[in-house]
Every structure is written in structure tokens, then in C-alpha cells.
């Protein structure tokens, strides 16, 4: 029932159906939410079916909506299909007018709770549903507190209460030219309508964007009758998980604040107390809350997250879902409750995001770095970071985007901070506990946080942040470390993710499941080794021309490529030879047993030499000054050549194997230095693996040309050290044409492996340097596109030319084996694919093959093909 | 049977079977040949062959081969299944030696007669077969005539000729370090090995390539006994044609020679007579000459070009083929055989090769203009052409390839100079009649070409050319005109050309045939004109970008480039609303009842920006001396501006629709522009067609987008003028991913036109601007494309996606309007796809509109489909 009541919705039917105490009310389906953002009405039926819900609510309870005596309050909340917590608009304490607040005064026997109530919903009806901002109540409270000199709400008087409900009527009588509505079915109705209108505000539209959630969902609203945890030093609010959501130990974790309601635990503004403290202060309610919690996480099958209120000693759950936790969080918890037996292994692997595990292997704190600490907070989401000290989201945004590396530094965070979290490295705040927005926020998103450390004073005019005696000012190096909660000065030395127990338990029975093998893209033996530790089977690519970048390489590469004629050329090459096979040595052998794909040089040649606009300002200026007519003679000289090689544009230029056609020397000398490489490896007894990949390839010639030449190589290097060793020639499916006559080029290949970058360069007309920049973000935000087709691939578009590869290729030659050696081989999205057009492997970074692994085993479990 | 004998051989065969007088001979197949290339070695059983094909000869002819009595001279001619004339060798009189000489002398009583045959017989065969280099020959040639005091060959006498036959013999000898081969059989096998290399010499590859002949055909080897043109001055050879090569008029048209023997007359080396003359000079060889050329061209329904040779009174016929022919004689001879009801009109269609159409639809000089006429030649091949005197082939190609226009001025040309007429505008020769190997090779290859202007006195040692007593150097600009054979000082103003009476009369009935309509790309009133005058049917492609370039706007266009709003911008484009909509009214009304098809802006937005690095020289230049801070301050601001627009793969980058979808307000304007002009022109009563075309979609939704934009502008402007019209919206397809989703698009398109430049691009991954400068060469060289695919079609990579857009546009929309406006519309291979593939249209510039009838005619008459 969750598309049509939300999440919210459902649980709180479901709950009420096996009996948990939950207050009662009733859903307003994401239908109407829907129909009302497309006339701005609300749909036929609705306010009539309002009526009877709200009278069976009146019996269930006793109480009357609007009645002075013994009066009915409700709270109006959002819930769409997906948590979006905090996103969209929540009104609590509905009902209460001028008249049904002296009735609450009344019944509780406490005016000062029931004022406290009612200056609370005026507040929150007037931002909410009237759009009146929030600090212009905020500064009547304050004027409340300094009137009566006290330092906290709770310690306002009935008098001071009464006086702010006064001011708040007045503020919004002349805010919105009416008085505040005494009539609560119309304060209901237009709550309602706020809710709705909630759906489309700005940080809902981005959270959306952030989490691939549709934006035509639309919320469903919840109305529930009122239980107060404000009612006395026996009554409370807490929010509680199963487990602890950071690291996933089976262990009641959350937070819970006395005499409070509502967002005040969450919204971070005063820091509550650990659950565990419960069990001292009320063990009767905590058993019982123990006891229930056990019972949702064996429901759900999963970690809860439980909103709860005690009211006047009496427990009540409010709401439950499904926690959101950290990627070790994560894993932990789906690896045990398969092994308590709650869900099978397959389901636990369907349980991680797969992109979630990058902060897992992304690098943390050298432990033994020697480390300043400047103060110690709570370590609200894992990860470390360095950055500078930022105090507002949209600076942090604009210095982030342009490239800075920055931490976002604050009192508290709220849902308009959004832009900024997303933009920071970390985040770090004085105030708010393991479950306020900014730890919620950074644990979803993967990012570091340290919260609530209380040593921060934050002066945001002065912009800088005092600890202790210092004052460290915007602009400050500072670094965070989540795990630990500390806040250390300056950058600090990050070293290399381990994946933990539980992490490699559930990577096993990945394995075990999926049918696509996992290989890695690394360009070095380190990097090599380093992708075997994480379970890559082999390399899929290993480019050659970062070796050609090597600074003490380059004026040979030079040589090679301004050499005036075929001789000149191979001198340069003879050079390069040894290098290279010294290159290649060290990759086969860390991958001995496994296959490694070396792709020939790809980049135009033009990338190895000096830029043009440089070589155009230094010959300008030997120009104008005149005074070294020796120098600009042989600047212009370079600059001709250079010229000569620079192109309109080089994406589609001379490269790939274009240049094995052009050059064939070039091609020759680096197969030479695979096959020596090779020679020498099995000479030590390594079994060895290699491949030669030909980029580039656009017709079936260019491949029976250049495998000729690889296969001419290998028979001289055979010969000449008088060894054999096996070899497999194939090529890159990265044009379109290729991927056309894949039924051609299939017959003179061994593998096809799909080069989505270039693919989706070429399909889609799109340069990357160029899109990325210029116009793919206005794609994005005017829908055109759902993804960045270079982040996950364009199933629609460039899926369908390698569909039709896959099927041209393995009808002409059922052996061919198919791989991915595009970015898109370690997305889960384009795995997924991979999965379902029938490749062999996909090809990633070395840190991303943990996540290939599990995506590839989801892939098989979710699409129910047995695994090989 | 021209597979496996030939063409020359096939025809042989053929009128020996129809009864003419064909010297007596065999042919060697073409498979022998082939077999001949693989192994190096004669194929088994073909020496076994040879023999009993000679005694039949033997036996019909009365004469026996190295008989010193009565002995059987031969030819070996090569002759391939296409005409390659002049390519491959030929060695006429095998058989003599110097026994079977005196038998010639004594059977003749000739027996200078017998030495010359010897003589020549030496020289061919030392300089085909042996390799001796030719010019060693003439110089004994040279040296026997100053011995003896004369000026022509024919005046040698017997002793000079005899000496001649003893210094050519020992020159052999040295060369080759072996005496001249005595024995006629294996003077035979020799010859006719050298016929099977001739395949592969330089010369015939080219001219393969040039004329697109597949490599593996091989040639077959004709042997025929030998007749005597040179027996005398009552024997001859000539050459004629049943109708004229260069105008098609219906008339014998050729040339001989008395006293002289085969390659004399195509040669050039004496200027030969005209056949008219023939009829005066022997009237009854004449009338049978006559008799059997008519009967020729009835067997091959097409016009021949004859070679005949009369033997002391006797006529021979020795090869006949249907001849070469200029584009208008081509249409002329076509058109007047399907009068004459020889062909059916189909077949007059299918005669023509629409490419050669190209030399008509050129321009040529103005009739009026004043011409400083240096000296007359022969009206050779027609058309005109200026460029600079080049006195060699090498220098006409490097200067050609350099852009440079040049006239190749020879005294003849030969095989070997092909590379150089290639790159010449024009052929002009001092010696060598209409025939002759310069004018046969010029018509073929639509140049312009004035022969035998004896006028000419060409020193090739001082470069320079003497016309009465002026000197031309090499480099000097002269102008030819190949109809009239006129030669002119400097460069002559041309006009259009405009058609025949029997061109347009074959367009006709192309017209009835083609399914396919025919439109032109035009972006000018007058272009659009041209179009209507040559048939175009409508516009199919009107880029406005061409617009935008006018001096008078560019500063308007710079302006809205580099507004820093939306309202700076809006201001700019205001000002050039009028300017296109004058652009659109002109060109609309000029189409008036024909649909006109208007791409909105496509280019990237730095193109109407200065050059970056012109702004980096005058960046650095204020920079060092420091002179104008002010100057300096504006050119970098302007200089930042235009890197920020900058892209790297400009061709992927930033244009097409995504300006739309960026800045709808340059669409929008143009639209309104097309839709004021629509309806100024409806008011004014003219019947318009405007379609407006998206260009660069690669997805539904910009389609989407941008259509309801046009759509709203036209229904704002119709409502503003009351009026009211139809129109059109479309998109090309020239993406991969456009084909791909085609399904998608061509639901919200009311047309596809194929930009096939840009989808050849992208589906390649060839940038067009790099590839034909850099690597396209050499992809052609290695055979690995057998066409640019910019100039035909690649039909199995852009061509697949062409056919899948094609149907799957259909399939969703059945109403869906198919047509390509790439250059590729006006290429007669590339229309026959369109035809097949099913389009409704194609679209060409201006000048191929007549080509594109043509070629849509073939299409539909070769692919057997009914027209509509």
C-alpha cells in the first residue's frame, strides 16, 4: 500500500493491525495529493470522506474535534512512498483555537502545557500554512524569554505563554491581513493543502533529484490524533533504531528528551539523552518499548527506526520504518539478520546500495598519524575529511563546486542546508545528536560528520569558530574524522580502506550468486596488486599511455612523434621498448593466473606535446621584444609541428587504432613489449595472461591489419626465446560503426570489450569535456535527461547499439568473450545491464570492484538467472 | 562472357561469329591471370593450351608461326573486363626473327616493310618485356635518322632500319646480359607474362582506383594473328567512332593514318587525318568501314569506337567497344537511340553515368566576354578551366594539391602523367589529335582539354612555352576552352550553364520513372531559384547560420552571444528579428508552392566569435610593450569571454537544438521570423510550405520541448496577423542515438531528414575537419574503406542506421516524411540507398539537382521498382 498511503501511511496501518499502540487517524492517498497539484483543488470526495474518518477517530478516542470539552488534536504529516525525512512539511497540535486551548488546560489540569501546545501550532500553522517566517516567532520567543529572564522554553510561565499567543495572532493578522482561523476543520483543510504543497518546495525538488526518487508521486497525509510528550516531566519523545545505524551492532540506539514534543529531538535544538538512560528512568515503559521494537525489526524483517511518545507514563509509537544507516551499518546488519536467519543471503545482497559502499572504500586517517585535536563531538557519520572551514551552505557550494575542498562548520543544520552538505567534504556542528538533520543527512549521503561538539562557539558575523582560546577563521584547514568524532587541525595523512568481516563475508555470497565476472582497470603492477586484494579476476584495461606520460619518458615519446622520417621514428621506439616491457612485466606478473587486457596507445599524439596557446604567447614574445631571433626560430619551428598534429577535434581524430594504421612502428614495438615481457615471464615460470586490445576500431580491416601484426610479433618473439605461451587479440566496441558491424569485426576478434565513455561520446554527440561543462546540467534540470549518461549508462541509446553488438558478435562467434571497460563497469545501474544483455565481465576501478561484485550478484538475484 | 575473355576478347569472339573481317586469334581467360598473380607461374595446362590455339590459327591463315616461309605474326593485347585504354601492354609483330624477317621480306617483297616491323617489334618487346628503358630506343632512332639526313620515320631506308635491328639487338644484349630471344614461342610466353604484370603496374592501379575497378578482376591476354597497316601507302590504321565522342552527334568520327601501324594514331605522335578523308581517298574501304560500323553499333545498340587497320586494300576490323564519351555526348547518343528505338527509354536513363553530369552543370565562359585568343587547337574534351602554366605531371600535383589552379601544357601526355591531369583544371597538348591519349583521358574524366595546338613551342629545359614570338613561363595564368579549342592570356569570366534540349528531355523522363522527390539545400533567394530552374521540388535543407555571418550583422549576432542576460540578449535578438524574417520572406516566396524546409540554428556560438588565438597574439603583444593597459583590459576581458565558449570537440559540443534548449530565445526568434514572414506572404497571397527543422535531437524530449515552442509562436503570430497556414516540424537525424530512438522521436516529428555529414561523423567517429587532412588518406591506400564515406554513403555502418530510423519511425508514425540533406543527396550510389531504404526525398545543392533526378531514376529502373 506504499504508493498509495507512503511509507508513513502504511506502517501506521500495519502497526495498528498487530496490535502496537498506535494514536489513531487516518490517510489521505498520494491520489489526491496528485490530482490536487494538477487543479490546485482537492479532488471530489475528499473533505467528504474527511468527515467520517475524523468521527471514527472521535469514538476511538472519546474526544470531539473542536470541542472545548475534552477536545480532539491532530497532527497533519507528510509521507510519500520514499522517506524524505524532514523534506516536507509536518503541522502537530491541530485543533486547538482560543476557545478548545482552555479546554486542554482543562482536561490536563496544566494551563502552562496547554499554552505551550497552542503557541507551538500557532507557530508552526503560520510558517508552514501562512508562509509567515519562522525567526519573527522566534524573536517574540526570545523577547518571552529575556522578559521573564529564563534561559529555557521550558521555563516560560503560563503568563509569558499566553502573552506569545497574543503577539504570534497579532504577527499573523498582520502578516496575512487575517486573523489566525479559530474554525479547525478550515485549520485542517488547509494544513492539508500545505502538505500537499510541500511535495513541490525547493528542498523536497532537490532531495528528489539527489535520490532518483519521480517527482510525480506525490505524498500521502497522515492525520493522527495528538499524544503529547510535553505534558509533565512523565511524559516524553524519543527516536530510537533497532540498531545502531553507524556500525549496525545489534544494540536499541536512540535518543529520547523528557517534557518535549515532536521535532525537538530531531530538529537537534536541545541535545537529548542516550535511550539507554531510559531503562534508569522508566524500566516498566522501556521493556515495553523494547519489547515492541523487537517485535517490528521480526515484522519488517529489518533495522527500525521508531518515533515513540510517553505520554503521562503511557507509551505510544508514532511512526517505524526502515532506518537509514551507514555502509558498514548497512552490511552488518544484512549479514546477521541472514545469519539470524531472518532473510536468506540473497536478500541480504539485495539489501546494500551498492553506490553506498564507496565511503567504505574511499580512504580514512593513517591511525598512526600524529594529530592535533582541537575538540571531540559525536562521531555522527563515518568517514574523515579535510577541508576549510565554511559557515554558510552557499558558500560552501560555490567554493565547492569551484574545486575547494571544504567543511561545512555550524550550530545545527537544517533541510536549507541541503546544497551545501552536498558540496562539502564534511560536516561539523556544535549542537545536535546522532539522529539531528545534519548527522541523518550526512550518514544518507556518505559523507563525514562530527555533531553536537559543544567546545565550537560560532560566531557567524565575525565568521570564525572560537575553540578554547583560539579563534580559527573561515578559510581555516581543519579535518574531521566521523569514526572518532575528533576535529583535528590542518590536513591529515588518509591511508587505504580494509574491508571488514562482515564486508567480506557478504562479498563471498556475491560471488557465489553472480554470473558476470568482476575485473579492474589499473595501469601499474601497485595498482594491479591492489585490485586482486579487492577480488578483481584481471585486468580489463590497462592503458599504455600514462606510461608514456612518465617524465622521463616524454622527450623520448617527443622524439618519437616529431621524428622526420621512418628511422628517426624507430630510434625513438628502440628506446621506449625495454621501458615498456619492463611496464608490462610488472602487470603480468602481480596478475599471474589472471588475464590482463593491455590496450595499444590510444590518445592523439598531439596530448604528448607542448600546448599550442603557450607555444603561441612564448613565440609572440620572442617576437615583439626581438632580441632572440634563434630562440623564435625554433619555437615557431615546434609550433608548426605542433600545429600540424593539433586538431578541430580530437575525440574523432587521429588516434586509437588509427594510429596503429598510420604508424604501424608504433603498434609493432608496444606488442613487441608485451610478447618479451611475456617471453621472460614464462621463462620464470609465472603463468601468464596477456590480451592485446585494439581501441578504436570502426571496420573489420583495421582489425585483420593489426591483428596481423600483433600475431607476427608474437610468432618472432616466440622464436626468438624460444618459448610459447597462449595470447588472445581483441578490440574496443567504442564507435558506433564498430558495434554496427560488430557481425563483421566479431569474426576476427576474441573478445569485444565495450568502451562506454567513447561509446556514449559518439551516440549521443556528446563531448564530455565539453557537456559536462556547458549544457548537460540544463539537460538535467529540464528532464531531458534522467542521468548523466556518462555516469549511468544510456540504456535507451547506447544500450541498444551494444545489445545489438553483443547479439552481432556472438552469432558469428558463439566463443567471443564480452566485457565493459567503461566508467559504467563499476555503476550498479549499467552493471545491472551488462547482467542482462549477457557480458562476460564487467571492467572497473580497483576500488570500485567490491561494489561491482555485490552489483553483479544483485543483478543475477533481482533478475532471477541462475548463477553459473 | 566479359568476365573471362574481356572486353576486348569477348567482342573479338562476338564479330568473328557475326561474320566480320576479324583477323584471325585466341584469348587467354582472365582466371589464368588471376592464377598467374598468386603463384607467379603459368596455371597448368595453359602452355598445352597455346598450341593447338595457334594451329588454328595457323591453319585458317595459310601461315605458320616462326616459319621463315610465310610466317604468323601476332599481337598480344591485354584486355580487361572494363576498358582501362592505354593502362596495360601491347606488343605487336611476335614472331620475328631474324630468319622470319627475311620470310616477311620475301613474302611482302617489301623488305623495308620487314625491318620496320622488326625494328618495332625489338623496341616493344625490349622495353615491355625486358624492361629496357624506353628512351635508349629513340635514341638509336634518333641517331639512325641523322645518319641518314631525314626527317621522319617513314623515310628510313632499309640499311638504316637493318642497323637499327643490329644496335637495338645489342643494346639488349648489355641490358639484360642475355641476347634478344630468337625463338617465337618463347617470345610468346614471355609476352604474354608481361600482359599478365601490366595488371599491376603503376599506371593501372591508379586508374582502378580512380575509376573504382575492383583489383582482383585481372585481365585476359588477346593473341591475334598480325595485319599490316604499315605495308604501304595502300595500307593504313585508324580509329573512328559511329557517332562523335564529344557533341553525340550521329556521325563517323575518327582519324587514320596511312603507312603507319597501331599505336601511331592513338599515340599522337603524327597528327592524323580525319575519316571523312578516307571516303575520298578509298571509297569502297570506305563504304565497307561504313557499312560495318552501322551494323556495330545495332549489334551493341550503343556507339563504338573502332579500331580497323587496312592491309595493302584489305579492311580489318581489330577491336571494337562502346566508346568513351563526354557527359553531353553521352546524352545526346542516349537520348537519340531511344528516338531511334535501338533502347528502350529506361535503358537511355541507365546509359548515363550521373556523376559525369557534373562537367555540364559546371560553368563556362561567357560568350561575350573579350578574349585575348593566344592560338586554336583541337576542341578535345569541353568545358573550361584558367590556372597557371605547369610544364610537368608532378608539379601539376603538388601545386593541385596545394589548391593551386594549373593547366598541364605537353607536348603529349602519356600514361604516366595520369597524377598530373588529375590535378590540373585543364590539359593542353602541341601535338596528338581528338584521339589522342590526352584528350581520351580528359573527356573521361570531365577536364577540359585542347589538343594538337601546334602553335605551342614547348622548351621543357627553360620552363616556358613560346606562342609567336611571346615567351610563357611556367606559373604564367592562361585559360582553355576545351569546346572550341581556343587558348587565352590570363582568366576568362564564366557563366552558369544551363541545360540541353535532349538533357532536359532525359530529365523528363527520369521524372517518370523516380520515386524519389528531388530538393536543394539553398540559403539564398537566388540559390533557392537557381534550385527551381534545375527541378528542384522544394528546399530541403535552408541553414540560417549563413545568415547570421552577413558583415552587416555579426556585431548584432556578437552582441546576443555575449549578453551577460536574458535581457541584453532579448535586445539583440529583437534586432535581428527583421533581418531574418526578410531572410525567410524572400526565400519562401521564391519556392511559392513548394515546400521549404528552415534548420534553425546549428553551429556552436564561438563560431561568429574572433579566434582565440588572434586574441592570445594581440593579448601578449599589448602585454609586452606595455603601451595601452585600457586595450589590453578589454582584449582579455573579450579573450576570457571567447575561452569560456571555447570546446574542445566543438563538432560534440555546444549547438544544434542544445542552443535551443539552452537559450530558447534564439529559437523562438527564428521561428517567429519564419512564421512573420509565412504570414506576410499569405496576406500577400502566395501559397507557402514552411517546414521548420530541429537539428542535432538525440532524444524525444527536445524534440518535445522545442516543437510546443514552435508551435506556440505560430499560434501567437497567426493569432496577431489573422491568418492562418500549415506548416511542419521535423528533425534531422544525425546523431547515432537519434536512429537509435527513432521509435521514440518519430512520434512528435512530422519528418526526418538524414543530415548524413554529421551521422557519418559521429557513427565513424571521424571528425570530418582531421580526418581528411590526417588519416583518410591512408585508409583509402590500405584499402581498408574502399570510399570516403563523406563522399558515398557508408551503407553498412550509417546506412544500418539509416534503414532501423527509417522503420522504426514508420512503424509509429506512418505519415512520417523521410529525407536526407547531407551531401551525400546528391551522390548517384548514396540516392540509390536512399531509394532502397525507402526515403521520400532527397536534398542536394543546386547544381546536382539534375544529377539527382538522374540518379533517382536509376535507382528506381535498376531496382526494378514501379514508380509512382
Known sequence: MKDLLGGKGANLAE????????????????????????????????EAA??????????????????????LLVS?????????????????????????????????????????CYRRFIQMFGNVVLEVEHNVFENILEEAKEKQDVHYDSELSPESLKWMVGEYKKLIARKTGKPFPQDPKEQLKEAIRAVFRSWNNDRAIVYRKINRIPDDLGTAVNVQSMVFGNMGNDSGTGVAFTRNPSTGEKKLYGEYLMNAQGEDVVAGIRTPRPIASLEQENSQVYAQFFEIATRLEEHYRDMQDIEFTIERGKLYILQTRNGKRTAPAAIRVAVELAREGLISKEEALSRIEPGQLDQLLHRRMDPNALLDVLAKGLPASPGAASGKIVFDADRAEKMGNSGEKVILVRTETTPDDIHGILAAQGILTSRGGMTSHAAVVARHMGKPAVCGCEALKIDYAERAVQIDQTLYPEGTMISIDGSTGRVISGTVLMIDPELSGEFKELLVWADEVRRLRVLANADTPNDAQKARDFGAQGIGLCRTEHMFMDPARIPIVQAMILAQNISEREDALAKLLPMQEGDFYGILKAMQGLPVVIRLLDPPLHEFLPNVEDLVVETTELKVTGNDPLALRNKEGLLRKVRSLTELNPMLGHRGCRLGVTFPEIYAMQTRAVFQASARLVQEGYMIHPEVMIPLVIHQKE?????????????????????????????????PRAALTADEIGTVADFFSFGTNDLTQTTLGFSRDDAEGKFLQAYLDKKILENNPFAVLDRNGVGKLMRMAAELGRKVNPNLELGICGEHGGEPSSIEFCHLIGLDYVSCSPFRVPIARLAAAQAAVNNNVQSK
Chains 1, 2 share one sequence.
Do not use: H, W
Request: aromatic residues 8%; proline residues 5%.
Open 15 to 46: 502497526m495498528t493491525n498487530i496490535g502496537l499502540p498506535v494514536p489513531p487517524g487516518f490517510t489521505i492517498t498520494t491520489e489526491a495529493c496528485n490530482a490536487y497539484q494538477l487543479s490546485g483543488e482537492f479532488p471530489e470526495g475528499l
Open 50 to 71: 474527511i468527515e467520517p474518518a475524523l468521527a471514527d477517530i472521535e469514538a476511538t478516542t472519546g474526544k470531539r474535534f473542536g470541542a472545548q470539552m475534552n477536545p
Open 703 to 735: 582489425l585483420v591489419m593489426l591483428r596481423n601484426l600483433v600475431e607476427e610479433t608474437a610468432k618472432a618473439v616466440m622464436a626468438e626465446q624460444r618459448v610459447s605461451f597462449e595470447y588472445k587479440v581483441g578490440t574496443m566496441i567504442e564507435v
Open 76 to 116: 497533519v504529516r507528510s509521507g510519500a512512498k520514499f522517506s524524505m525525512p524532514g523534506m516536507m512539511d509536518t503541522i502537530l497540535n491541530l485543533g486547538l483555537n482560543d476557545e478548545t486551548v482552555q479546554g486542554l488546560a482543562d482536561l490536563t489540569e496544566n494551563e502552562r502545557f496547554a499554552y505551550d
